[in-house]
Nanobody
């Protein structure tokens, strides 16, 4: 089992920045690819960004490319999502997820473990 706990959400004005953190425990963190997803009521959980085991390879949804970065610190068992130039349409519950494996994984159904989610609200 892997336990994931997100933090860092809240209310921010459009154009502002926020950093989400996801702390993992329970298994060897460096064995898991990590992803950030987001969800608004009534819609599917959408990919935001993913990162491979070492942190050397990342992928971003087109909607956040150039504004968000994903990184990980395997020594701290933590993955981060730095969000800049936030827009009202970024408002959602953000989830981190873990998948055992050495690739990048782009769909939420592929992931084995999920955090509880953290709300990000961007006001216009």
């Amino acid at each position: 089992q892997v336990q994931l706990v997100e933090s860092g959400g809240g209310l921010v004005q459009a154009g502002g920045s926020q950093r989400l953190s996801c702390a993992a425990s329970g298994r060897t963190f460096s064995n898991y690819a990590m992803g950030w997803f987001r969800q608004v009521p009534g819609k599917d959980r959408d990919l935001v960004a993913v990162i491979n085991l070492s942190g050397g390879t990342t992928y971003f949804a087109d909607s956040v490319k150039g504004r968000f970065t994903i990184s990980r610190d395997n020594a701290k068992n933590t993955v981060y999502l730095q969000m800049n130039n936030l827009k009202p349409e970024d408002t959602a519950v953000y989830y981190c997820a873990a998948k055992a494996g050495g690739s990048l994984y782009y769909t939420w159904v592929q992931y084995d473990y999920w955090g509880q989610g953290t709300q990000v609200t961007v006001s216009s």
